[in-house]
DNA sequence: CATGAATGAGCGTTCATTCAT
DNA sequence: TATGAATGAACGCTCATTCAT
């Protein structure tokens, strides 16, 4: 989880802090700053995880990651401030995969075109999955939840990835790729499907080995999905 | 939602109560009691909707349900328990559907009969489903997070659910009806987009006309798992 | 200070505390209740004369009055409650002597009758005066203090006294009492100095015996300091 | 008001600070140094009066002064300091005045002398006044407040105004000049009245014309209230 | 020496639970 | 038995003060 969260943690930087530091970039102090942020982020991310967003403390968080309590609200103004810098990043990333793979969509004018920005997609996808799997966990276990407080950010990132896997849906029906039914319908269908088998890989319940999941799971989707006689498809 | 409750409140009785109370069965105490112990369920099911179970608090149930805050302890021991006891009739049914559902697909020697077993599990499913709308949402509102605390009962129900709907696909592939994937993986896929499509409803989201989701979902399933052609199935 | 505060405690309620309460009036719950609140206004009365309404801390003020910390939020929504509920029988009973006086004063045709009233007044002031020293003492010390927070209620008094002064001193200049100074001039000069001499009595300075106060501050500001040839007035 | 600090602030050092410093006296260290106290003054000062002493915070101070908050420490011990700092030009300047005049009374053995240094006081006085509006201000605001923590110096200044003035009395009383009252209470209304028509004035309450100010309240001083034959007497 | 990050005691407030009435 | 008052631990947050950079 470390090197998960290495990165992140010196993305959105909190805003009611004084933008103009001292100290050169990369100095003792931006050192510090930068440790501390990630010491938070990553004691908040497990304890989240473990006993749910809601239900964690301050004090908890500052004692798990080793700090004054005081400290906290030097890079945080609150929980909710912490929680949405821990998924800024995972957001922008799904984001710009679903912008990118529905512009590829829309400028594909032939099946192969089609398939292979399909492919870039779920090969990114792959990879964000595989660089946030602690963050992805915490947003299955709390994304149906009310989205208030501490969970408005996931309560965001909920909103969006359904934007965009409505807008991936509704580029494939213009391409006529799917059986006749409401792309609602069977959007909610596939990310629901996907949601569960991702969160009972990450909650270690036992879902067969990782290597044939994806694999399934495409052929779940695509031979529920796809418009015609269902032998021609190869991964 | 009142109807919803009437009859559930008076199922499990909290344990810690004498259960030997005064008054015969039925009589002005025996109803009061079945009617605030309603009252507070309604009260708290509502809160818990609105703002998830761990932040509800025991001051704000008492208040929704016009009871003073010292008899909420009369009748639960703590907020836990008031999950239990709202839970605890959905839990049972669904485990008896699952349960009998298991037993004629164990009896079953053809493929007439299979089918007959499932549809009447879907159509009981059905029931249950509309007659605890409420409770099942917040089932799929919070069934991910860490069962800790008020919440162990809904990770007690997602559990039961795993389990009957595991059992279910095994006596499916014991039947050859399914084709060849990992069992555990496709109970997951059609758990978690069932869940998402139901929670879409519930929560109001554009599903499309009600009437379609039911043979949309069957078909989604059936096409993307039943082995062969796909052309047969009508339901 | 006990006396003082005994009826004041019991008038104005707390207004987020349900009104209706268990238990007969003057019973036992409601002893408890007018008890309480007593002690918490002579507690924070004395905490705050000592060390200023800002400084003091509601833990002071329970710790002082010997109850749970908690409880004090059951009485009052906050510091600024409690020094309004002190302060509110004092303003009442100074607005209302205000406005007797000013009424009388109005009806008055002849000086007798006008001399009349302000010496109900003077005598109505002076009974308020020694019902609630410890009241005004605090006012003396914090009204010209910003009012914000808990010092409030003490601005409020403020307006209110300098309202009903002006009024006075308005209808006495109708009547062509008042040498020809600025009516306001005059108005803030005798409050400020009678302030200031109460102050010095509650404060135990050496302000010489008590009896000669009154006569004393009333030939002052009748006749003035100056040393001459002013034997005709009588008080 | 940057004018009214100007030479205050680099009047009593802060005595925790190693009074020599490097540099020469009106070097570039010694000029930032009189900056920064300067500037630490005015935030204070500003804030006081909008807040209150005891309200006021240093992460206030240091922000509105634009300075580090480290730094204050280096300028200032406490918040405490700072108020003295801030009050201990005006405490000289009054004292001296006092002195002053209550020297020339003792030698004084004629009226006219009397009147003259009577005069000299009120004319030195007035120009005080005018020089430290904001400051007599924020006494005016503080002065009858328990005299602990930041308030220390006010309460100091206000011993200081109270002796000089019973100084200046008594020796009024001593040549005669006084209606047999007791010299006490004469001395409380005086400085009562003045105190409230300069905070009135200081805080733009409507108190007519400041050219009448001063011969009003002197003449209400000197002949009362009364209306009377009075005319004799002319400032 | 200036800076602002770190500290932790302490504040106002909430809340589950107990208990007198 | 129903009530809501009492309790005090715990929470989120602030702030004076110290200290590394």
Known sequence: MDKELEDKATGPKPRH??????????GKRDQNRRRRTRELCEAG????LEHGTESVTIDQIVEQAGIAKGSFYRYFKDKEELVETLFAPLQEALEDNFNTCAQAVKEASELPGLLFAYQ???????DIFFEN???ILLYLQENRAPAHGA?????????????????LTNAAEVHGLLRPFDPRVSTLAVIGALERI???FLRDEDVGEFELLAPSLISLIFDGL???????HST
Chains 1, 2, 3, 4 share one sequence.
């Open 45 to 48: 991310l497990a304890l989240f």
């Open 17 to 26: 802090v004084p933008s103009e530091r001292p100290g050169p970039v990369g």
């Open 120 to 126: 870039e997609f779920a090969i990114r996808l792959n």
């Open 133 to 135: 799997r602690q963050l």
């Open 198 to 200: 991702l969160f009972g």
């Open 151 to 167: 969970r408005k950010a996931i309560g965001a990132l909920a909103v969006s990835i359904t934007k965009g896997a409505n807008a």
């Open 226 to 232: 796809r418009f015609g006689d269902q032998d021609a």
